[in-house]
């Protein structure tokens, strides 16, 4: 079931537009990479789907209903320039924020007890947030974030101004509400969070979506057949023993082993270039080169705007 | 609506709980207190005696000038050269001189009042007044008139003002209190105006404005912050209201124990303003006659206390409403606290013009002026509250409200506008033309 169905949605702005013809479709129970370069127009179909603003056409379901007011108790919003009233204390702030997503004062009190305690600063409740610095205002936020128990997040970049381990914190917790049922919208620039956390991804460029799909797929997709290949032995042997059906890319010689890159072309498989190889050099390791996110982006995009 | 509710009540809390409310819920009647305190301290400080030597030479006026608390005449048989040079060394303030003239009427010109610094208005009308009497008796006398024949003959004219129900009023006073009461709306609404544009600002800036509008619409946004920054003023005023009668009564007791009825009236009437005027009216018109202070409770009851307050309170929100959405709108258009003074002159126009204008008002409060400051729903919290203590007929009050109304609706749908797309907007460069794009704007 898609918990949100984004359908051919346009959006302007004066003289620029921001999305055209945008569809979307969201799995529940998944996280969700928002991907695209910076002006892609990420931020405005977040802001739709959150109700900041409106399309200009076409239209978004919420688990099925147009969307509607309220839809936003249900779904929890990080932006990517965020911020907290400074002068006011964190835990009163944190309340304020519960109670405006719908939670009663003692149900927000109870949660925010529980998330405190689970990041360890219940110290912090009564400090202003000018006092905190960027970091613990950080976790702040994300608390505030997430304390509804939405059953829809969205989160761009919300990694940044986190050292690693409290990015790596950040990290557990997603998975952990992912596996509990939220789905996960997760805009970034940093792709190994990606590889790290998602199931689906779209590509968004210039307005369009110009990629969609699971990361499984995605990676098949874009799969090139290429093998690392350690080995050691002789050269020649080695060149020799790849006759049609593979293309040597590379070649590193060093002091104990040597490195090749090789393209498998046809529908060859692993076993055959084993069994080619075997009785001229000895295999210390084999490894499919699966292209990682961050050059499915920069191709992709770089193919799109060509 | 449950989350404007909480909205109002974040926006109310976080202001009232500053230490900069409380200190000036304390400082704010202190301050009041003060001034009546040192309006009457500083009539006791200034007891330096003046003393006026007279030279007299026509021997009319010798004990005719009356001493008081701050002048006392010495009357002097010497030469006018040698008195004015020795006059410092004697501790005179100056010298009166008046020479010795063929007749009356060069005299009036004669008179000549010698000093080092330069006499107040109090000391010149004084001997003014004096050696105008005393002319005025000598020419009867010539002209063969009795004098006791005189004093019948005087007359003294007083006008009492009274409204239609026939009590007693009293035009200096419900001119103070029209002039404080559309003081007090132009400060509140300057204030918590302000005070609502900083709010705006400081969500924009801090960048958590995107994280509530996820939750709340902009509209209950920014009327959530209007409304709960007007309950602040609301409670900032009642405490003044309380704290200062509660100041005032203490002091005026404390002051005011061993003093005469008289005095006690006296001392009040000099520290307000308009009261500063009756009783100068009451002095010019007879300096003798006391008991027009006496008259003090009943010409205040003739002031509509109710409809005032009632009226204060309808044209404070009114012309808060009226701005604040002003404000608002400055505080979302642009990025920080220097970008909003272009905008805010613009705004505050009206109603420094309705400051101004106020004193026209005064004058003639029922003419063209007055009617139309009074409706025109920018200037009308100003102006009406001015007017209203001399009366107003009630078509005018209640054309004056719609129009108030209308007012604060319209500026109300301009300002959520305006806001709604300014709130995100960082970096642009906010010209009218910018904003007449934001108004047209479809969401």
């Known amino acids: ?306 | 609506m449950n989350k404007i509710l909480l909205v109002i009540q974040r926006e109310y809390l976080t202001r009232v709980k500053k230490k900069s409310f409380i200190v000036m819920t304390f400082l704010g009647p202190l301050l009041m207190s003060g001034i009546f305190v040192s309006a009457f301290l500083l009539d006791k400080v200034d007891t330096e005696v003046k003393k006026i030597g007279v030279i007299d030479n026509t021997h009319i006026f010798v004990n005719k000038f009356k001493d008081n608390e701050r002048v006392k005449f010495e009357y002097l048989n010497e030469d006018v050269e040698k008195v004015r040079s020795e006059s410092k060394n004697r501790g005179y303030f100056g010298v009166l001189v008046i020479p010795a003239t063929e007749n009356l009427s060069s005299l009036e010109k004669a008179v000549t009042f010698y000093s080092e610094s330069q006499p107040g208005f109090d000391i010149i009308s004084k001997i003014k007044f004096t050696i105008e009497k005393e002319i005025n008796t000598q020419k009867y006398i010539s002209a063969g008139i009795d004098e006791s024949k005189l004093l019948a003959i005087k007359t003294d004219v007083n006008i009492q003002t009274r409204d239609l129900e026939n009590k007693e009023t009293s035009t200096p006073l419900t001119t103070g209190l029209g002039f404080a009461a559309g003081l007090l709306i132009y400060l509140f609404i300057f204030i918590y105006g302000a005070m609502v544009m900083r709010g705006v600002l400081e969500e924009k800036t801090s960048r958590i404005v995107e994280v509530i509008i996820s939750s709340v619409k902009p509209f209950q946004l920014m009327m959530g912050k209007i409304v709960g920054v007007a309950l602040v003023g609301l409670t900032q005023f009642l405490l003044w209201v309380i704290l200062s009668s509660t100041v005032f009564f203490a002091l005026t007791s404390s002051l005011m124990s061993g003093k005469s009825d008289k005095e006690k009236a006296e001392m009040i009437m000099k520290s307000r303003p308009g009261m500063e005027e009756a009783m100068q009216q009451a002095d010019e018109d007879s300096p003798i006659k006391g008991d027009k202070m006496m008259k003090l409770d009943s010409i205040l009851g003739t002031i509509n206390f109710p409809l005032l307050i009632g009226m204060f309170i309808f044209y404070f929100l009114g012309g808060y409403l009226l701005y604040s959405a002003l404000f608002a709108a400055i505080g979302a258009a642009v990025d920080s606290e220097t970008d909003t003074q272009q905008f805010m002159l613009p705004v505050t126009i009206p109603l420094i013009i309705a400051y101004v204008a106020a004193a026209t008002v005064i004058n003639n409060p029922q003419g063209n002026v007055a009617f139309w400051f009074s409706v025109i729903p920018f200037t009308s919290p100003i102006v009406m509250m001015v007017r209203i203590p001399f009366g107003v007929p009630w078509e005018h009050i209640v054309l004056s409200m719609v129009l108030l109304i209308a007012g604060f609706i319209f500026t109300t749908w301009i300002a959520a506008r305006i806001y709604r797309v300014g709130i995100l907007m960082y970096g642009k460069k906010v010209t009218y033309k910018e904003l007449w794009k934001w108004l047209r704007f479809q969401n």
């Not at chain 1, 789907?49 to 509607?68: E, H, M, N, V, W």
């Not at chain 1, 046809?266 to 055959?272: A, E, I, P, S």
């Open chain 1, 1 to 306: 079931m898609n918990i949100l169905e984004i359908e051919n949605v346009s959006k302007n702005y004066a003289a620029h537009r921001a999305l055209d013809g945008v569809t979307l479709h969201i799995p529940s129970h998944c996280v969700f990479g928002l991907l695209g370069p910076n002006g892609a127009g990420k931020t405005s179909l977040i802001r739709i789907i959150t109700q900041i603003t409106a399309p200009d056409s076409g239209r978004i379901l919420f688990k099925g209903q147009p969307l509607s007011t309220e839809h936003v108790l249900q779904m929890g919003y990080l932006p990517e320039e965020r911020g907290l009233y400074k002068k006011m204390e964190v835990g009163e702030q944190a309340l304020y924020l519960a109670r405006l997503k719908g939670m009663s004062r003692a149900d927000a009190m109870k949660k925010l007890k529980f998330w405190f305690e689970k990041f360890e600063i219940q110290a912090w409740w009564k400090k202003k947030v000018e006092e905190l610095s960027k970091g613990m205002a950080q976790k702040v936020q994300f608390i505030t974030t997430v304390l509804h128990e939405p059953e829809f997040l969205i989160l761009d970049e919300p990694f940044t101004g986190f050292d690693p381990i409290n990015a790596e914190l950040v990290k557990n917790e997603l998975l952990e509400l992912k596996n509990k049922g939220t789905t996960i919208v997760l805009s970034t620039h940093r792709m190994e969070s990606v590889e790290e956390l998602c199931n689906n991804i779209a590509l968004i460029d210039n307005a369009h979506v110009i990629l969609n799909g699971s990361v499984k797929d995605i990676r098949k997709q874009f799969r090139s057949h290429m093998f690392e290949i350690n080995y050691v032995g002789n050269r020649i042997g080695f060149t020799n023993a790849l006759w049609t059906g593979f293309e040597l890319i590379d070649l590193k010689e060093e002091e104990e082993q040597s490195t090749a890159k090789v393209k498998m072309l046809g529908n060859l498989t692993v076993n055959d270039m084993l069994s080619l190889l075997m009785p001229h050099v000895q295999i210390i390791g084999l490894q499919e080169i699966v292209p990682s996110m961050n050059d499915i982006f920069i191709k992709q995009v770089s193919e799109n705007r060509n």
